[in-house]
């Protein structure tokens, strides 16, 4: 499959067979996130694949109650890693784990007009850029490999971080469902591209 296939085929899907994927698979969509670019080559990401049935259905109470998170035969926790920024990150650590900054647009906004680079906020968005390109990486190989995938942002934090006994200066970023498609949803609406142009 060519590159703009997969970007064309991608969709979010939360119907998924009863079929697990092989770990081999699973391998492969993890090398796809390890090859993405990050800011200043900090690979500042870590993964955790969750297939357990019993830990899915907590992730699931942990999600809003969302069905396909506890269905989808694997489950990609895409967190971000601050220890990877070294000495820039002590500020920003501190922030996420007092709970004092979560990730925001108005955080995003006042990171990129900053031209300090040692800005704490400007670490944690960095962060976020870095693990969102690289989960879409996954997405796209996913794709590629006739597997399905669906971003989350909507769970509780706290809750999922504690759940998989993450390390200290990790976040969940967000939660990415992993399975063989149940469903075959029509592409979603797009603006032109001269929409897009300014």
């Known amino acids: 499959m060519e590159v703009f296939e997969a970007i064309e085929k991608r969709r979010s899907i939360r119907k998924y067979r009863d079929e697990p994927v092989p770990e081999e698979l699973i391998d492969r969509l ?21 297939t357990d049935p019993e830990t899915r259905r907590k992730l699931k109470d942990l999600a809003l109650g969302q069905k396909f998170v506890e269905e989808a035969p694997a489950v990609i926790a895409c967190c971000i890693d601050l220890n990877a920024f070294g000495e820039r990150a002590k500020e920003a650590l501190k922030l996420v784990t007092s709970g004092a ?12 007009r900053s031209s300090k680079d040692k800005d ?26 006739g597997l399905g995938t ?8 706290r809750g999922t971080e504690e759940l998989l006994g ?29 929409d897009i142009l300014i």
Request: hydrophobic share 45%.
């Open 30 to 50: 993890l090398e796809a996130a390890r090859l993405a670019p990050s800011s200043s080559n900090t690979q500042s990401w870590k993964f955790k694949v969750i």
């Open 166 to 194: 993450l390390p200290e200066g990790v976040s969940v970023l967000c939660l990415l469902t992993v399975g063989y498609p149940a469903q075959d949803p029509p592409p979603r609406p797009r603006v032109p591209l001269d």
């Open 120 to 145: 704490p906020e400007r670490v944690v968005v960095n962060g976020v850029i870095n693990v969102s390109i690289a989960t879409e990486h996954i997405a796209l190989a996913a794709t590629e490999l």
């Open 101 to 112: 900054v979560r990730p925001s647009l108005g955080m995003i906004l006042r990171s990129v």
């Open 150 to 157: 669906c971003w989350i942002r909507a769970f509780d934090p």
